[in-house]
């Protein structure tokens, strides 16, 4: 009886410890920041001063993703802040092309909405994917080898030659762990910073000059 004892408990233990890791595992699967449906999750804010013009024309959901007509300033932010993360997205340029093929992805976003707000930008500019643009007046600690000896809040990515040609889908990946954020363009590292001055904020994606689209938007929590 005893030796069935022993075995009963220690399968209980199992059990439990199985149940433990299992829930360990839950809270860190990645999360669907775009349903592919509609905006659930997300807001729209333009440039005030463009009040002419409806929020569905400038970001809508076409075929599974997310357009961005981009001939208005503006941008689509989450509701929600997130902080240690890994951000995977995709994205691809439209053939509307009003200012200039520019774009970004801020995270650690900040404070009031306005043009632009305090974040980390993850460039998206035509050939630029990978820089870095640190936004009204964000501190972050990059190489003084890549800054920009124009504009001291830019700074340049490490490899050329990595984004695909129009209308082909790119990828993106921004790890946000402790004060480092790193930039990751179609498996190429192109750029890291440390020493963040703010490490928790919200997400967003410009309209600034171009038609983009963007497609599986997911986050990992670190």
């Known amino acids: 009886m005893m030796r069935w004892a022993i075995v009963g408990l220690l399968g209980l233990?199992?059990?439990?410890?199985?149940?433990?890791?299992?829930?360990?595992?839950?809270?860190?699967?990645?999360?669907?920041?775009?349903?592919?449906?509609?905006?659930?999750g997300w807001r729209i804010f333009l440039d005030p001063r463009k009040k002419d013009v409806a929020p569905d024309q400038v970001f809508s959901v076409v075929d599974g993703t997310i357009r961005c007509e981009g001939q208005v300033a503006g941008y689509i932010i989450t509701e929600k802040e997130y902080d240690n993360f890994e951000l995977r997205f995709e994205w691809k340029w439209g053939s509307k092309v009003h200012s200039g093929r520019n774009s970004g992805c801020f995270v650690h976003v900040t404070g009031p909405d306005k043009i632009w707000p305090k974040g980390v930008e993850a460039q998206l500019m035509d050939q630029?994917?990978?820089?870095?643009?640190?936004?009204?007046?964000?501190?972050?600690?990059?190489?003084?080898?890549?800054?920009?000896?124009?504009?001291?809040?830019?700074?340049?990515?490490?490899?050329?030659?990595?984004e695909k040609p129009h209308g082909e889908w790119n990828q993106y990946v921004v790890i946000c762990k402790g004060n480092t954020v790193k930039l990751i363009v179609n498996g190429v590292e192109q750029n890291e910073g440390t020493d963040a001055e703010i490490t928790k904020g919200k997400i967003l994606f410009q309209s600034e000059g171009a038609e983009i689209y963007f497609r599986n938007i997911e986050l990992k929590p670190l």
């Open 128 to 162: 630029r994917a990978g820089d870095f643009w640190l936004v009204d007046g964000f501190q972050l600690t990059v190489d003084k080898a890549r800054q920009d000896p124009n504009t001291s809040r830019h700074y340049f990515h490490m490899k050329g030659g990595v």
């Open 13 to 40: 233990a199992a059990v439990l410890a199985c149940g433990s890791t299992g829930q360990g595992e839950d809270k860190k699967e990645s999360i669907r920041l775009f349903n592919g449906k509609d905006l659930t």
